[in-house]
């Protein structure tokens, strides 16, 4: 037996990790520990072509072509092709979370069903193990009990509540044209993201940024708790909004809405990163991957953590460096891998901001041609879910 390490998260980049090490490692002994049996969330994930292959191991065997087939619908060569396009897909966590099992288990890594909030657990589990890696999220337990609560610098860029919720069938998108002439009559900047359908129904995330007013009179939403499009401590405004944009879908992309499927939630939008990726602890390597190490916003956070996920399986997989090496060059890579997600996670906020200016302004003047008739909104006000 090989290696020994041991990976706490067993989310998409837990997995992902832990499937590069392997592939590296042939021999590694790897152990994965998941709280959850079933991946609690369902929404859509923008994937990137590049965020699979920088960094990352290829073997060109039949488990690496059934994932990408499954995820990207189309062969290495061609996930190669695409990433140089800048292209991306936008598919469900749990579809993806699915192929990553199905190519964890064909490559014999056993993921355990366990909640791990300690160290001192993991140390008595595997004494002998000297590699441990925290995937386990935004609100990492290890993170914490390793470095403490000012472990992790945060920088909030936006407030947003997110509607996600099922159609029928096939939805579609607006075209951009139907999505700025909708947004300007909004009090609040909204953009969709429309998943694949499967098994007859298709996701479809509504995100909408508001201000800060907005989101502090609504009341605590997560996606474990959320609220309901009838609920009456929606904000006036934002209900508004909400109708008016599931009334133009149900007219201008013909989408037909599921009762009863809508999960609204709020959440702050933050640059966050924790000031080291790796410690030292009882002669031990803790790492830190994913969002337990660093978040950022604009469908960033999971291709960021594929990214350092590839290149943390890189730096423990060299045989030849000591422990200490491994440590300082994975904190060595924090501040690069930093700057870059920060700096187009700043950029994108920028833009975004800008857009949202030129709506309003744009809705108010008198000379303005791109916006929806009288009729039209007439129709928008008797459409949309109940």
């Not at 133009?248 to 640059?271: H, P, W």
């Not at 090496?325 to 700043?346: G, H, M, Q």
């Not at 994108?348 to 744009?362: E, P």
Request: proline share 4%; charged share 25%.
């Amino acid at each position: 037996m090989g290696t020994e390490y041991v990976v706490t998260g067993g989310g998409p980049v837990g997995l992902w990790t832990a499937i590069q090490i392997k592939k590296r490692q042939p021999d590694a002994d790897i152990t994965v520990y998941e709280r959850y049996q079933e991946y609690k969330r369902s929404h859509v994930l923008k994937l990137e072509n590049l965020s699979m292959l920088l960094y990352a191991k290829q073997s060109g065997d039949a488990h690496e072509q059934r994932f990408f087939d499954a995820v990207l619908g189309s062969s290495l060569k061609k996930a190669f092709w695409g990433a140089a396009g800048g292209k991306s897909v936008f598919i469900r966590t749990n579809a993806l979370e699915s192929a990553l099992k199905q190519y964890a288990r064909a490559l014999d890594i056993p993921i355990c069903y366990e909640r791990i909030n300690s160290p001192e657990t993991l140390i008595t589990k595997h004494p002998n193990c000297t590699n441990f890696i925290a995937a386990d999220g935004a609100h990492s337990a290890l993170r914490q009990a390793l470095m403490g609560d000012d472990a992790v610098k945060n920088f909030p860029l936006q407030y947003v509540v997110e509607l996600k919720y099922e159609a029928q069938g096939a939805a579609k998108a607006l075209s951009n044209r139907a999505q700025y002439k909708t947004n300007k009559l909004l009090s609040s900047m909204a953009f969709e993201y429309v998943g694949k359908e499967k098994n007859g129904q298709a996701p479809v995330s509504l995100r909408f940024f508001v201000d800060e007013a907005t989101y502090n009179a609504m009341p605590e939403a997560s996606f474990k708790d959320p609220l309901t499009l009838n609920d009456p401590r929606l904000p006036q405004n934002f209900a508004d909004d909400l109708a008016t944009y599931l009334s133009v879908r149900a007219n201008k992309a013909k989408e037909q809405f599921i009762d009863g499927s809508e999960k609204i939630s709020k959440l702050t939008l933050s640059l966050y990163r924790a000031n080291k990726f790796a410690v030292q602890h009882e002669d031990r390597n803790w790492y830190l991957v994913g969002d337990a190490a660093m978040g950022v916003p604009y469908f960033r956070s999971l291709n960021a953590g594929m990214i350092i996920g590839s290149q943390l399986s890189y730096i423990v997989t060299q045989d030849n460096w000591a422990q200490n090496t491994k440590i300082n060059t994975y904190n060595a890579c924090r501040p690069l891998d930093v700057a870059w997600e920060f700096t187009a996670a700043s950029m994108k906020n920028a833009a975004l901001c800008g857009y949202d200016q030129f709506r309003k302004v744009s809705a108010k003047v008198p000379w303005e041609f791109m916006k929806w008739d009288s009729e039209e909104r007439n129709n928008f006000k008797k459409l949309g879910p109940k």
